[in-house]
T-cell receptor, first 112, second 113 residues
Framework: DTGVSQDPRHKITKRGQNVTFRCDPISEHNRLYWYRQTLGQGPEFLTYFQNEAQLEKSRLLSDRFSAERPKGSFSTLEIQRTEQGDSAMYLC??????????FGPGTRLTVL | DQQVKQNSPSLSVQEGRISILNCDYTNSMFDYFLWYKKYPAEGPTFLISISSIKDKNEDGRFTVFLNKSAKHLSLHIVPSQPGDSAVYFCAARSNSGNTPLVFGKGTRLSVIA
């Protein structure tokens, strides 16, 4: 399977804990995006990488969130001191062309 | 404020009939529009797109229409099939650089056999 993969698919954590998600994009794609989707909403943009450079961050990305793409391949999204409001589906997408984004299956985070 | 609006949360259509999903936008800088389809427990899957220089794009059973003056687009699926039952998201991209996609809230389509 050469699509976008995300790990883990599900994560349950207690409030205040740190969590880290991983995204492996399609291998030749240089652009990588993180989105968050909550119930009844469409995906909302969090941040964007072109190769290893983080070029844009949404106002949704508070100081507790950090994302990296160290070698321009896989990316990680870390949430520190999780809050119940962080419960959501975290989606990763990759692309060669900016608007043709291919999404992974997402990581569903539940903060208790 | 929602820049991309899908005002119908759900739609039910009989198998074989036409499904019409609507989307409105407010940002006149949007120059590219996409429809994504999402099944439960999966990420959104790209379905069809249209550039703002066109008013129609067709791909098999799927056709997207764009009315720039009304800032409105629609997705037509004909004939509708039970496998089309999913949540459909309208998304738009601004022409100012590498901007991210802006999504609507989605419309849940149920195709009844």
């Amino acid at each position: 399977d050469t699509g976008v993969s995300q790990d883990p698919r599900h994560k349950i954590t207690k409030r205040g804990q740190n969590v880290t998600f991983r995204c492996d994009p399609i291998s030749e794609h240089n652009r990588l995006y993180w989105y968050r989707q909550t119930l009844g909403q469409g995906p909302e943009f969090l941040t964007y990488f072109q190769n290893e450079a983080q070029l844009e961050k949404s106002r949704l990305l508070s100081d507790r969130f950090s994302a990296e793409r160290p070698k321009g391949s896989f990316s990680t999204l870390e949430i520190q001191r999780t809050e119940q409001g962080d419960s959501a589906m975290y989606l990763c997408a990759s692309s060669l062309i900016a608007w043709e984004q291919f999404f992974g299956p997402g990581t569903r985070l539940t903060v208790l | 404020d929602q820049q991309v609006k899908q005002n119908s949360p759900s739609l039910s259509v009989q198998e074989g009939r036409i499904s019409i999903l609507n989307c409105d936008y407010t940002n006149s800088m949007f120059d590219y529009f996409l429809w994504y389809k999402k099944y439960p427990a999966e990420g959104p899957t790209f379905l069809i797109s249209i550039s703002s220089i066109k008013d129609k794009n067709e791909d098999g059973r799927f056709t997207v229409f764009l009315n720039k003056s009304a800032k409105h687009l629609s997705l037509h699926i004909v004939p509708s099939q039970p496998g089309d039952s999913a949540v459909y998201f309208c998304a738009a991209r601004s022409n100012s650089g590498n901007t991210p996609l802006v999504f609507g809230k989605g419309t849940r389509l149920s195709v009844i056999a």
